[in-house]
Nanobody, 120 residues
Framework: QVQLVESGGGLVQPGGSLRLSCAPSGIVFSMYTMGWYRQAPGKQREWVASITRTGNTDYVDSVKGRFTISRDNTNDTVYLQMNSLKPEDTAVYYC??????????????WGQGTQVTVSS
């Protein structure tokens, strides 16, 4: 059974920081690209960040310089460190695990989502 357990969401003031964690189970962690999406009310789901098996990272432009994705391959955990948070960062954040397959296909798993609210 595959499960991605997320934690770390909550309420924070603008300019504050928050760290999200995602602990997958039921997969071979080292074989997966890990990442985060987010979805604000009334908006489409937006890709936020990813980190490959080898540690290469990528981010959506709006969070570059503020967010950092990392992975701990010893503890099978992926993190999203969010600094200088803005109200527009408010969303449900979803962790995902993606295993590249042949012919442009992937095997994907998703977490349940954790709420991040940035407000004064």
């Amino acid at each position: 059974q595959v499960q991605l357990v997320e934690s770390g969401g909550g309420l924070v003031q603008p300019g504050g920081s928050l760290r999200l964690s995602c602990a997958p189970s039921g997969i071979v962690f080292s074989m997966y690209t890990m990442g985060w999406y987010r979805q604000a009310p009334g908006k489409q789901r937006e890709w936020v960040a990813s980190i490959t098996r080898t540690g290469n990272t990528d981010y959506v432009d709006s969070v570059k310089g503020r967010f950092t994705i990392s992975r701990d391959n010893t503890n099978d955990t992926v993190y999203l460190q969010m600094n200088s948070l803005k109200p527009e960062d408010t969303a449900v954040y979803y962790c995902y695990a993606s295993q590249p397959l042949r012919v442009l296909r992937t095997r994907d798993y998703w977490g349940q989502g954790t709420q991040v609210t940035v407000s004064s």
